[in-house]
């Protein structure tokens, strides 16, 4: 197993978040998955269709899915992105876990874009989720993953985001200065504005917020509901 350091950003810019391991047959694993896949997938259990069609978007390692479909025995979980290295662990992810039709893709969707290719299919997905690509990404990246999930999504389904948010202008000093340094790298990423920013834009897409679930390292997981 190797050890490299990239992580990619929708913007397909490499980001040195944490190191990240290869092993031979092109899996990728994430420490941060690691140690948080668990408490994400209680959120999944309690508020998002565990026993329908959900789309990754920006899919990264692909452990998200992986884990899900081998703990929710009805799921279908459906992986995306734009970064060749990641879609390549995906797939290997999607043949290690022998799933079936249950683990599928990955298909190429660069949420900024109005059409997402393979996945545009409207009103045909129960959930669609997205972890830690808003904030490594241009806003127009947050913006049309919002408007994809009022096109794609049925009528009463979820989307779920999970990552660092500030809240009306309040921010933890840790996400704070998390937010900072990835200016640093690229003006356009940073840490979004749940209520000025992002809230907004739901109600554009015909989005509800149903809950906000606060997770580990002042990491918040955000469920929309598509009236």
Known sequence: MSGDQDDIGSSGKSVALEARNTGEDGRRYSPSVARNVGAIGDVLAAHMPVDGQILEIASGTGEHGARFVERFPELDWTYSDLDEISMTSQAAWVGHAKAGHRL??????????E????????????GIFCANMVHIAP????????KGAGRLLKSGGKLMLYGPFAQDGE?????????EDLKRRDQSWGVRDLVQ???????????????IVDMPANNLSVIFRKE
């Open 197 to 211: 920013e992002v809230l907004p834009l739901a109600v554009r897409a015909g989005l509800t917020l149903e809950t």
């Open 104 to 113: 599928s893709g990955p298909v190429r969707i660069d949420a900024s874009e």
């Open 139 to 146: 806003f127009e990246a947050a913006e049309g993953l919002v």
């Open 171 to 179: 921010i933890a000093p840790s996400n704070a200065a998390f937010s």
């Open 115 to 126: 059409h997402w290719g393979e996945a545009e299919r409207p009103e045909s997905f129960d």
